[in-house]
């Protein structure tokens, strides 16, 4: 009964580590951010990843933004892809970017980022019930 304990006390750990992380560089992100810039879609650039299971190959999209910020146009890859192109090349955006770092920047309402720490947070937390259940058996 203690080896079940303590694999899902070290998963919750992690789980919960890197939801906050997530979460802390997230914010950081919408803090930071706060020049808005009109931006355009002109690529999708497509990734293969391994999956899961290491059996079989994902492809992943992630948008190239366009946008004039400080007398400079700047071309950007977004840091978070998706299974299926988000925007298609063309489409009008809202970029906000950080003024004393016009590269740093994220696509106003595009909360992918949100979604995955959620996710590891949730998971953490039912990590966490598991634990605490284990442990009162144990005890």
């Known amino acids: 009964m203690i080896l079940p304990l303590f694999i899902t006390g070290l998963l919750c750990i992690v789980f919960l580590s890197i939801g906050i992380g997530i979460a802390i560089n997230y914010k950081k992100k919408m803090k930071q ?9 002109v690529d999708n650039i ?7 299971d290491d059996h079989t190959w994902d492809t992943y999209y992630y948008p190239v933004v366009e946008y004039y ?14 299974s299926k192109p988000k925007y298609e090349v063309g489409t ?9 770092n016009v590269n740093h920047c994220y696509i106003e309402g595009d909360n992918g980022q949100r979604w995955i720490y959620s996710i590891f947070l949730i998971v953490g937390i039912i990590l966490l019930c598991v634990s605490l259940v284990l442990m009162s058996t144990v005890i």
């Open 46 to 52: 497509a990734r293969r990843q391994s999956s899961i």
């Open 33 to 41: 951010c706060t020049q808005r810039v009109s931006g355009k879609v």
């Open 92 to 100: 009008s955006v809202t970029v906000l970017v950080q003024p004393d």
């Open 69 to 82: 910020v400080n007398g400079q146009y700047i071309k950007k890859e977004i840091s978070i892809g998706t």
